[in-house]
């Protein structure tokens, strides 16, 4: 068995199964599903081979309706089709779902669910525009996580190819489609070995073709159309046991277990909550919380929607349950409950010792759902009348249906590093962070896990990003907010914002700012320098504006901001043997003018950094601190040029700081065993000739028999490697 290693996010997980099943991609950008086409679309004009052998053909249409509409005139032309969509985008395709459902054509569309629009638009994500299709006959199969999206992904195109039903595979906008996970994926030749190719004969066989005419989607009349209708009945009856099997095909390859609904929690439980999508991780995570505190609680997660089995749901939820919590990511105005809450009534409402069940709401428009909120639920199960119809994540002081949450509560896994970045859109924040969690990814054995919060607009908007890693797998599907390393990349934002108080005891803070050291009493607000105090706050300043006109560049303020991303990361030193492993740093994709590549040396006290009311010891120092200022180039006519470092770290070392050379050329240096030296003002490196004349035109900079020497701003203080 071949898997394959991927940092990615879940359009990207989702658009490499699709890619590998999908003979025809019909597509139109729309948030957050756009990410699914353009993966597919590169790869395509990559020549990337699907599991056919044959690159996938691509064609962008005028809107999602003619998206849909292309998908179905190539299924009835025997090519297997999908497209990427979401929202208002799936609402245009609604008219067409139903055409290719009811002519059995297997399809497969995949939907980073997103908010319809109704008092307002929003780019969020929420069930409401799934919802709004589940009379159109497409099976709907839902994802919680980006690995589920990358294994579901495959259940949906298998399943629709055995039994000629269309699927809509479905995952959380934004929450699933953007978080960065580190994943496994099958290879295609795997994928390859599950396809049912009698099944895929016969649908080719009944493709049209001129050379052997018949007549479909015809108009019927009274006589025959009601019996047509049911005479589905069998094959949606037979779909939930296809399901099944090709999720116990995939477990099977993947050691992961997955069933059309998915219990996790105590087997004696007598609360359950039921729900769909990515709460299920945070709800995984307050279960075991409680569960450890002598309750018997459950979470019971549904993958398969439609159609809906309640054969397996009774298998798989406790025969002790007594009261049930059902949430629902979506508001069905006017009903008597939300489309999950209906159902779960509808399969028990014959059932003699059925349990009491409750309707809650929740996550619209991708509003956090917190642990101590899901405890709430819970809470709300123990009480004599619990209440119904309820809200959590928000308070309504309206119609008063929100439940009380407690104090917060943290529950991530053991050993888990948490980080939050505050920065301002466009300034290269969530890029930098990005590429910081796929190094970390890519470069140990850490589980990993990277969430970008941003407003509509973006640009210019405040942007917080959210990582955390570990040793264990990170199921943690809500905010950092308990946070060992803080970033703030605007100073105004201390003013504005409540960021120290995210902080723990003993946690790290980088402030990127225009302050000296003694200024800091005057403009930092006392409440913060005093949690600092009180806390043991590790407290970093730096000011990235003096790099900047240090590099000469001459852009405007906010253009400037965007050429800073600060990179921070904190690496476990039992995670890295530097003996063995090589830290590779792709810096960026442009010219690079001047890269500070810091590894802060901890172990012989030794501050290279302004570092603010404390003292750096190796003994209380658990973790290595990266800061990696990227800027990008000045200069158009380097576009192509890059610059990558790697890294064979002395394991002395834990980390450095503020390694400077101004380059403006394509260079790569390998160090693989070098001794560190420290040196003040000065950087040194071996360079070419080339090298040495373009740095000392642009640069002023001298050299000395080959090395390239360069002045650094007063205050750096710089490691030097010597190669040996």
Request: contains cysteine; aromatic residues 8%; glycine residues 8%.
């Given at each position: 068995m071949s898997k394959i290693m991927k940092i990615c996010d879940g359009n990207e997980a989702a658009a490499y199964v699709a890619y590998a099943f999908s003979e025809v991609a019909a597509i139109y950008p729309i948030t957050p599903s756009s990410p699914m086409a353009e993966h597919a679309d590169a790869w395509s004009a990559n020549g990337k081979k699907n599991i056919f052998g044959q690159p996938v053909r691509l064609v962008e249409m005028q809107s999602e309706a003619g998206a849909c509409g292309a998908c179905h005139g190539a299924l009835e032309a025997g090519a297997l089709a999908t497209s990427f969509t979401a929202s208002q985008g799936l609402m245009l395709m609604i008219p067409t779902l139903h055409?290719?459902?009811?002519?059995?054509?297997?399809?497969?569309?995949?939907?980073?669910?997103?908010?319809?629009?109704?008092?307002?638009?929003?780019?969020?994500?929420?069930?409401?525009?799934?919802?709004?299709c589940r009379q159109t006959g497409f099976a709907l199969l839902s994802s919680g996580s980006v690995q589920e999206s990358a294994d579901l992904a495959a259940v949906a195109h298998l399943s629709a190819i055995k039994a000629r039903i269309p699927f809509l595979h479905f995952f959380d906008g934004f929450r699933t489609s953007h978080e960065i996970q580190k994943i496994d994926v099958l290879s295609y030749d795997e994928y390859a070995k599950l396809v049912d190719?009698?099944?895929?004969?016969?649908?080719?066989?009944?493709?049209?073709?001129?050379?052997?005419?018949?007549?479909?989607?015809?108009?019927?009349?009274?006589?025959?159309?009601?019996?047509?209708?049911?005479?589905?009945?069998?094959?949606?009856?037979?779909?939930?046991?296809?399901v099944e099997g090709y999720m116990a095909e995939i477990s099977k390859l993947t050691g992961r277990e997955y069933h059309l609904f998915n219990y996790y929690g105590a087997p004696d439980a007598e609360r359950v909550i039921v729900a769909m999508g990515s709460v299920g991780g945070c709800a995984q995570e307050v279960v075991n919380y409680l569960n450890a505190k002598g309750e018997k609680v459950g979470f019971l997660q549904v993958h398969l929607f439609r159609p809906f089995s309640r054969k397996h749901l009774m298998a798989a939820m406790p025969k002790t349950v007594k009261k049930v919590a059902v949430l629902d990511r979506v508001k069905e105005i006017g009903s008597i409950g939300e489309p999950l809450y209906e159902d779960i009534c509808a399969a028990y409402i014959n059932e003699s010792d059925r349990p009491a069940i409750y309707a809650g709401r929740y996550g619209l428009s991708s509003k956090d759902t917190t642990p101590a909120q899901l405890k709430a639920v819970f809470d709300n199960l123990l009480l004599d009348e619990p209440k119904n119809h309820f809200t959590i994540g928000i308070v309504d002081d309206v119609t008063h249906l929100s439940l009380p949450v407690g104090a917060p509560l943290?529950?991530?896994?053991?050993?888990?590093?948490?980080?939050?970045?505050?920065?301002?859109?466009?300034?290269?924040?969530?890029?930098?962070?990005?590429?910081?969690?796929?190094?970390?990814?890519?470069t140990t054995d850490m589980y990993c896990q990277a969430y970008f919060e941003y407003d509509t607009k973006k640009s210019f908007g405040i942007t917080k990003s959210h990582l955390r890693f570990g040793k264990k797998p990170i199921s943690s599907t809500y905010y950092v907010s308990n946070a060992d390393f803080i970033a703030c990349h605007n100073q105004t934002y201390l003013s504005k914002y409540d960021i120290i108080h995210e902080l723990k005891p003993h946690g790290s803070f980088l402030l990127n700012c225009e302050w000296k050291e003694d200024e800091l009493e005057q403009h930092v607000p006392g409440e913060i320098l005093k949690y600092i105090a009180d806390n043991d706050i590790k407290f970093y300043i730096i000011d990235a504006i003096v790099l900047l006109l240090f590099c000469r560049l001459n852009q405007s303020v906010h253009q400037m901001n965007s050429h800073f991303p600060i990179l921070s990361i904190y690496i476990q030193n039992t995670v890295m043997d530097c003996r063995k492993k090589h830290l590779c740093v792709r810096l960026c994709r442009y010219h690079i003018d001047i890269i500070r590549t810091g590894f802060h040396n901890i172990f012989q006290d030794t501050e290279f950094f302004t570092v603010l009311s404390v003292d750096i010891h190796a003994d209380d120092i658990c973790h290595v601190i990266l800061i990696l200022f990227q800027f990008h180039g000045i200069l158009t006519r380097y576009k192509k040029r890059h610059l990558s470092v790697f890294f064979n770290i002395n394991p002395k070392i834990t980390s450095l700081l503020m390694l400077s050379i101004p380059l403006n050329f394509r260079i790569t240096y390998c160090l693989k065993n070098f001794t560190p030296s420290i040196s003040r003002g000065i950087c040194s490196f071996p360079v070419s000739r080339t090298t040495s004349f373009r740095a000392r035109k642009r640069f002023g900079s001298s050299v000395v028999g080959n090395t390239l020497t360069s002045p650094l701003i007063p205050w750096v203080d710089v490691i030097t490697p010597t190669c040996r």
């Open positions: 055409r290719i459902s009811g002519e059995r054509l297997p399809g497969v569309l995949h939907v980073a669910s997103r908010t319809v629009g109704t008092h307002a638009f929003s780019i969020f994500g929420d069930h409401s525009d799934v919802m709004n190719y009698n099944a895929l004969a016969a649908f080719r066989a009944n493709a049209l073709n001129p050379e052997d005419p018949r007549m479909r989607s015809l108009v019927d009349n009274p006589d025959i159309y009601f019996q047509l209708r049911e005479s589905n009945n069998t094959a949606y009856a037979e779909l939930p046991d296809i943290l529950t991530e896994p053991e050993g888990t590093i948490s980080c939050k970045f505050w920065g301002l859109g466009s300034d290269g924040t969530v890029g930098a962070n990005k590429n910081s969690i796929k190094i970390i990814g890519e």
